[in-house]
């Protein structure tokens, strides 16, 4: 019987998530990457637990890693998303704040998404239809909302819309202060709390199409039914790029005038 790409997705984001479980907290060989950046052994062998997974079930697939690069069939039509372990530098700093994130590209659609949390064992994931969260082998429907007015920034470089657009400067913004709560998680584990209700919105520069980290909180919070664009309001990948996802418009609205407020000055 064939396995649904979904669980595909599911099982290769566990495997993940089981690697960067087992090796928390233990003294691991870094490998430099560019601008400062870089992984850890924890990230090279979770990326092969979920390459491993994929590679079985999907052979003629296409993968992205974030630690291995593209590899597969050049021209394939469906290409996953991997992202081992988002939050390497939480990791490293011991600090369980952290995603596996894998995603299905169809073309130009994502059709199915996971990202697990390895400290608490959750799975979140969408096939398309309404996004669920998977906790002991119970899946629940996720339903966003701007009740905790928590909003994530992301301050992790690049930052291409700058200096116009700095996040940081949201946080010391008067009207941010009045009506949300600011949190610097520093991983897109984030997003997919918007998507589960536990952030009210999450804000990030940068460019993101077929992004890693960010293809399965994204395809999250669609299948949720949250508000997203990119920074300035236009549609994700066009324009300023960026992300502002919301539980909702009136939130999504709120975050846009400040935003706004910065490209404007």
């Known amino acids: 019987m064939m396995i649904?790409?979904?669980?595909?997705?599911?099982?290769?984001?566990?495997?993940?998530?089981?690697?960067?479980?087992?090796?928390?907290?233990?003294?691991?060989a870094r490998v430099e990457k560019s601008g400062g950046d870089f992984a850890t052994a924890a990230d090279l062998e979770a990326e092969q637990a979920i390459l491993d997974v994929l590679r079985a079930a999907r052979p003629a697939d296409a993968v992205i890693?974030?630690?291995?690069?593209?590899?597969?069939?050049?021209?394939?039509?469906?290409?996953?998303?991997?992202?081992?372990?988002?939050?390497?530098?939480?990791?490293?700093?011991?600090?369980?704040?952290?995603?596996?994130?894998?995603?299905?590209?169809?073309?130009?659609?994502?059709?199915?998404?996971a990202s697990a949390d390895p400290f608490t064992g959750e799975v979140f994931w969408t096939d398309g239809g309404p996004a669920q969260v998977r906790r002991d082998g119970v899946d629940e429907a996720l339903t966003p909302s701007a009740g905790s007015r928590l909003v994530d920034v992301n301050l992790d470089p690049p930052f291409p819309n700058g200096p116009a657009f700095q996040a940081a400067r949201l946080l010391a913004h008067p009207g941010f202060g009045a009506r949300f709560r600011p949190r610097v998680v520093s991983t897109t584990l984030a997003v997919a709390w918007v998507a589960a209700g536990r952030r009210a919105a999450y804000v990030t520069d940068g460019h993101l199409a077929d992004s890693v980290?960010?293809?399965?909180?994204?395809?999250?919070?669609?299948?949720?039914?949250?508000?997203?664009?990119?920074?300035?309001?236009?549609?994700?990948?066009?324009g300023a790029g960026g992300l502002l996802v919301a539980a909702d418009r009136e939130t999504h609205r709120a975050l846009l005038a400040l935003v706004e407020e910065q490209f404007a000055g």
């Open 4 to 28: 649904m790409d979904r669980d595909v997705a599911i099982a290769a984001a566990e495997a993940g998530a089981a690697v960067v479980r087992s090796r928390y907290g233990a003294s691991l």
């Open 213 to 238: 980290h960010f293809a399965s909180g994204i395809a999250l919070c669609r299948a949720a039914g949250c508000v997203l664009t990119g920074l300035r309001g236009e549609p994700l990948h066009t």
């Open 65 to 113: 890693g974030e630690e291995s690069g593209r590899t597969g069939a050049e021209h394939a039509d469906r290409t996953w998303l991997v992202d081992p372990l988002c939050g390497t530098l939480n990791y490293a700093a011991r600090m369980p704040l952290v995603a596996v994130n894998v995603a299905l590209r169809i073309d130009a659609d994502v059709v199915a998404a």
